[in-house]
T-cell receptor, first 115, second 112 residues
Framework: EAGVAQSPRYKIIEKRQSVAFWCNPI?????LYWYQQILGQGPKLLIQ????????DSQLPKDRFSAERLKGVDSTLKIQPAKLEDSAVYLC?????????????FGPGTRLLVL | AQSVTQLDSHVSVSEGTPVLLRCNYS??????LFWYVQHPNKGLQLLLK??????LVKGINGFEAEFKKSETSFHLTKPSAHMSDAAEYFC??????????FGAGTTVTVRA
């Protein structure tokens, strides 16, 4: 079974530029998550989708971050404009459903460096 | 509100000796608890999970964890460390909803 795919794996940009990350979840997984992992910390949930609808985006900095999952399959996360503090690893995860105790499967992440 | 505290930021062990990673949690409800491992430049991999069944949970690669409600702990152990166990380990809690709350992580190094 193919895992969660993410691209690019690495990205270096200057502050105030824009950047986009892509995620393809495991086939058949209805729920998709984006996490931000700052160096030395555990991942923090940014947004959760159930199919193509947003379930929770309470931790997403909406003035600069946006995400979409138009056809209920793959998803993009965008940052515009980027700030220095956005340097982090952005992880995508998916699960069969969003039920409590369900297992989330993580992709390899995109490492972003903002200069 | 739910939260997790990993009591050690770094653990160093010799190959072949036991590993103990300590985790305490806070939850208002009956939680689900997980341990994930993250190898360098790799995604997070689920080691094991507890969801209100047996309190001693066995996972992959010889790891196990014991849920102790009275101590609000979910410590991870392995009887004999291998070089491939060198990685970052995260204790994770989830209670009423789908949200996962991660600890800050414990870095494990294994000495030959």
């Amino acid at each position: 079974e193919a895992g969660v795919a993410q691209s690019p794996r690495y990205k270096i940009i200057e502050k105030r530029q824009s950047v986009a990350f892509w995620c393809n979840p495991i086939s058949g997984h209805a729920t998709l998550y984006w996490y931000q992992q700052i160096l030395g910390q555990g991942p923090k949930l940014l947004i959760q989708f159930q199919n193509n609808g947003v379930v929770d985006d309470s931790q997403l900095p909406k003035d600069r971050f946006s995400a979409e999952r138009l056809k209920g399959v793959d998803s993009t996360l965008k940052i515009q404009p980027a700030k220095l503090e956005d340097s982090a690893v952005y992880l995508c995860a998916s699960s069969l459903s969003g039920r409590v105790g369900g297992t989330q499967y993580f992709g390899p992440g995109t490492r972003l460096l903002v200069l | 509100a739910q939260s997790v505290t990993q009591l050690d930021s770094h653990v160093s062990v010799s190959e072949g000796t036991p590993v103990l990673l300590r985790c305490n949690y806070s939850s208002s409800y009956s939680p689900s608890l997980f341990w994930y491992v993250q190898h360098p430049n790799k995604g997070l991999q689920l080691l094991l999970k507890y969801t209100s069944a047996a309190t001693l949970v066995k996972g992959i690669n010889g790891f196990e964890a014991e849920f102790k409600k009275s101590e609000t702990s979910f410590h991870l152990t392995k009887p004999s460390a291998h070089m491939s166990d060198a990685a970052e380990y995260f204790c994770v809690v989830s209670d009423r909803d789908y949200k996962l709350s991660f600890g800050a992580g414990t870095t494990v190094t294994v000495r030959a």
